[in-house]
């Protein structure tokens, strides 16, 4: 594995959250740390800048935290993806299978022009439903989704897998 950024001891794993058997990765002590957030942020804005993108979309709710400056530093939009019930204007969505019952994701129908390039991202790469689903749902409003970025992916879970052959880039591997 390659070598780990300095703030990969700011990532507190927190056992059994929010159940039994999950290895919970805590990013609040790397948000705290205001050095740790903005080495981070930095990572994806010098990966970005050059690629002339239309917007970030952020996937509710770590990556709007993540989303945001980086929106903000490119001077593009932050466009929100977000759980059933939350956005208020026309939102078309997409339904994706858990381990148990389902999850449903939401993106306001004129949220982005046919087109559009954008940059996906979230915190945590896991099984990768939860992006796969993401990009489900921007391949609906036909915008172009250049690369999937996160800031942790749990390897042995194997979501790379599922969002392959597309781009995919992450600043931590477990
Ligand atoms: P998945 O759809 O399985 O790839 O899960 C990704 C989503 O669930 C992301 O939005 C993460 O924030 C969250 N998530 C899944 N597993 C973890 C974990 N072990 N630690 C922190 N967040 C997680």
Redesign the pocket.
Known sequence: MSEQPAWANLIRNVPDFPEPG??????TPLLANGAAFHAVIDEFIARYADLQIDAIVG??S??FIFGAPVAHELGVGLVPIRKPGKLPADTIGIEYQLEYGTNRLEIHRDALQPGARVVLL???????????AARSLLHKLNVEVLEHAFV?E?AF?K?RERLQPDPIFTLLTY
């Open positions: 999950v290895q919970f990765k805590d990013i996937i509710e770590r990556g979230d915190d945590v790469l896991a099984t990768g439903g939860t992006m796969l942790i749990l879970l979501g």
